[in-house]
């Protein structure tokens, strides 16, 4: 049954993104259901080289240029000797590191915040153009980091996961409906689920992210999410006045 009111299209592309990244993962080796990868030290070993061929290198999309052996060696994984990836498209890598993950936590929170914030930013934005936004803004970010870094230790380590293209959906939303009411989990005594304005929750969330790029150590590249959200929030000031596009 339906009401009489106009139907709201399904968030195709959100779920699209959720589905392929789910897939991604679980037929890679970080997940450790693929039989492909072996177990133990092999599938580790399996996972840095899965990382170094798919995922963005720093130094490489500067360089235009896969690195050598002895360049990824630079950020090694224990036991794990790096080898070259010949033939690797350091602009292409940009593309399918958005769709890779370190693990089941880094897979799950990305795709969390996609899948409340996604749907509302798609409708507004309209499926194609949405598709084209969450590349150009993951795209975006892994550049930008890429510069940042181009002159310390990060500039050979690789980058992963989905965050600076959701990070940019965050940006987008905020902008679009900054007193929303977003539900979060409060840790006092117990989780308790609270409503907050979306510009009290999404303006504190990135302000931690700043506050992180200079006081976190590595594993965690806060910067991308810093620059992708900055993008889809001007990306989103530029469409804030415009009726919203259809699906298609």
């Given at each position: 049954m339906r009401d009489g009111g106009p139907a709201v299209p399904a968030p195709a592309v959100t779920y699209a993104l959720i589905a392929v990244n789910t897939?991604?993962?679980?037929?890679?080796?970080?997940?450790?259901?693929?039989?492909?990868?072996?177990?133990?030290?092999?599938?580790?070993?399996?996972?840095?080289?899965?990382?170094?061929?798919?995922g963005a290198v720093p130094a490489e999309l500067l360089?235009?240029?896969?690195?050598?052996?002895?360049?990824?060696?630079?950020?090694?994984?224990?036991?794990?000797?790096?080898?070259?990836?010949?033939?690797?498209?350091?602009?292409?890598?940009?593309?399918?590191?958005?769709?890779?993950?370190a693990g089941w936590l880094h897979l799950a929170g990305n795709l969390l915040f996609l899948y409340v914030f996604g749907p509302t930013v798609e409708r507004r934005l309209g499926r194609a153009r949405f598709t084209l936004f969450y590349l150009a803004v993951g795209s975006l970010a892994t550049y930008g980091f890429a510069l940042a870094e181009a002159h310390s230790p990060d500039s050979t380590r690789v980058l992963i996961g989905a965050s600076g293209a959701i990070s940019g959906v965050?940006?987008?939303?905020?902008?679009?409906?900054?007193?929303?009411?977003?539900?979060?989990?409060?840790?006092?005594?117990?989780?308790?689920?609270?409503r907050f304005p979306a510009w009290l929750v999404l303006g504190l969330w990135f302000v931690l992210q700043g506050w992180s790029v200079h006081a976190a150590g590595p594993g965690v590249a806060y910067l991308v999410h810093v620059i992708g959200f900055s993008a889809g929030f001007l990306y989103a000031c530029t469409v804030v006045g415009r009726p919203p596009r259809r699906p298609g």
């Amino acid at each position: 049954m339906r009401d009489g009111g106009p139907a709201v299209p399904a968030p195709a592309v959100t779920y699209a993104l959720i589905a392929v990244n789910t897939l991604v993962f679980l037929l890679g080796p970080a997940a450790g259901l693929n039989p492909l990868y072996g177990s133990g030290q092999a599938r580790v070993c399996a996972e840095q080289r899965y990382e170094q061929r798919f995922g963005a290198v720093p130094a490489e999309l500067l360089a235009g240029r896969p690195l050598s052996a002895e360049q990824l060696a630079e950020d090694p994984v224990p036991g794990c000797p790096a080898a070259a990836t010949p033939g690797k498209h350091p602009a292409l890598s940009v593309l399918s590191a958005l769709f890779l993950h370190a693990g089941w936590l880094h897979l799950a929170g990305n795709l969390l915040f996609l899948y409340v914030f996604g749907p509302t930013v798609e409708r507004r934005l309209g499926r194609a153009r949405f598709t084209l936004f969450y590349l150009a803004v993951g795209s975006l970010a892994t550049y930008g980091f890429a510069l940042a870094e181009a002159h310390s230790p990060d500039s050979t380590r690789v980058l992963i996961g989905a965050s600076g293209a959701i990070s940019g959906v965050l940006g987008a939303y905020l902008r679009f409906h900054p007193r929303s009411r977003v539900t979060t989990l409060v840790p006092l005594l117990l989780f308790l689920p609270l409503r907050f304005p979306a510009w009290l929750v999404l303006g504190l969330w990135f302000v931690l992210q700043g506050w992180s790029v200079h006081a976190a150590g590595p594993g965690v590249a806060y910067l991308v999410h810093v620059i992708g959200f900055s993008a889809g929030f001007l990306y989103a000031c530029t469409v804030v006045g415009r009726p919203p596009r259809r699906p298609g």
